[in-house]
């Protein structure tokens, strides 16, 4: 007879036990069976999960370094630390490889950053999901995705890394729809949200070494993230022109001076064009901080400021973000379509900030 360890995620402390595979008279469950149980026990995302087993946990660990019980993140508001197997479990029952364990590890250590701020994030209505945007020379290691359908399915690494910190966070900190998790629409990102640079092909530093990472560095940037806004432009040739579409949908896509943050993600055509006319990153950022200011009248008549529109109110301009900093420029997505992205952060102002952290090697 062949002899396993089952885990069981028994709320908050993970169990493991011994169960024999393929036994009817044991009473233990066989595999489909154990999958049923965690739907039922509620330790699922929806989707089916892998069983984690002992041997599978403890090769999540190994890849790490880290012994069980080492903690791996502190959630204050919640006084829940979460232990390494802990992390593992639900790296295996997202589907992770071993090998991705350290961007796993790397994100849920960002998330605990006050600057971050998890509570916000996890519980509020607005439904923000964790946007993992992954840098450096593990990206290729990996084989995570950076090109076609890049929001999309189809890419182990991508689905299953974005789809352990979620799962970490329901069944380890407690964040279940309906309770600590209060989201009143949510959006598909709360599944599995992991994204990364198509450094190889962009004309610009990517995100980490304008963070003051060197291109060696491998890295892993956390943000409370809307669902990304799709916009099309295939007329225009010019930089100006590109960015005009892009700003016109930003305007009022999530409520202007409400959001500490935006990320644009430019792909291949428009990389290129804006490239094309001598365009960095920078140049990018105060083009639409420029262009996405409203007037106090425009806001008022949309209800996203309270009050009665006055005379002076069309000459009083609110930015979209507090700095041009806070757009965050990412070259990501297909070579090919005329088709690039935005996607508003959560919360109001300086509430949530995104956090980048060296993932360790």
Not at 280 to 299: G, M, P, V
């Amino acid at each position: 007879m062949l002899l396993t360890k089952w885990a069981i995620p028994t709320g908050r402390k993970g169990t493991i036990l011994r169960a024999p595979l393929g036994s009817e008279s044991t009473g233990y469950p066989e595999p489909g069976e154990l999958i049923d149980l965690y739907y039922k026990k509620g330790w699922t995302d929806g989707l089916p999960i892998v069983p984690p087993t002992e041997k599978k946990i403890n090769a999540m660990l190994n890849a790490v370094r880290l012994d069980p019980k080492d903690e791996v993140i502190f959630v204050k508001h919640r006084n829940v630390s979460v232990i390494a197997e802990k992390v593992a479990m639900n790296a295996v029952m997202a589907g992770c490889k071993p090998d991705y364990m350290p961007v796993i590890i790397a994100a849920l250590q960002a998330m605990q950053d006050p600057r971050w701020g998890f509570h916000g994030p996890a519980t509020s209505t607005g439904g923000a999901a964790v946007l993992l945007l992954v840098n450096g020379p593990i990206v290729r290691e990996l084989e995570i995705n950076s090109g076609e359908d890049l929001f999309g399915p189809g890419w182990r690494a991508n689905s299953t890394i974005g789809r352990a910190v979620r799962l970490v966070m329901r069944n380890a900190i407690g964040c279940l729809p309906g309770t600590l998790d209060r989201s009143t629409l949510g959006h598909g990102g709360k599944y599995s949200f992991c994204i990364v640079e198509n450094e190889a092909e962009s004309p610009w530093h990517p995100v980490h070494v304008e963070r003051g990472f060197r291109p060696e560095q491998s890295t892993v940037t956390v943000f409370a993230a809307l669902a990304p806004h799709q916009f099309y432009n295939q007329l225009s040739n010019t930089a100006e022109g590109v960015l005009n579409t892009a700003c016109a949908h930003m305007r009022f896509s999530a409520g202007v001076g409400m959001q500490p943050q935006y990320f644009i993600c430019l792909a291949g055509e428009h990389m290129r064009v804006i490239a094309k006319d001598g365009r960095t990153k920078e140049d990018i950022k105060r083009f639409c901080f420029e262009h996405t200011k409203a007037s106090h009248a425009e806001l008022k008549q949309i209800s996203a400021m309270p009050g009665k529109v006055m005379a002076e109110d069309e000459m009083i301009f609110q930015s979209l973000v507090p700095t041009p900093e806070d757009f965050i420029v990412v070259a990501a997505g297909s070579s090919a379509g005329a088709f690039s992205a935005f996607i508003p952060g959560w919360g109001g102002k300086k509430i949530s900030q995104s956090v980048t952290v060296e993932i360790p090697r």
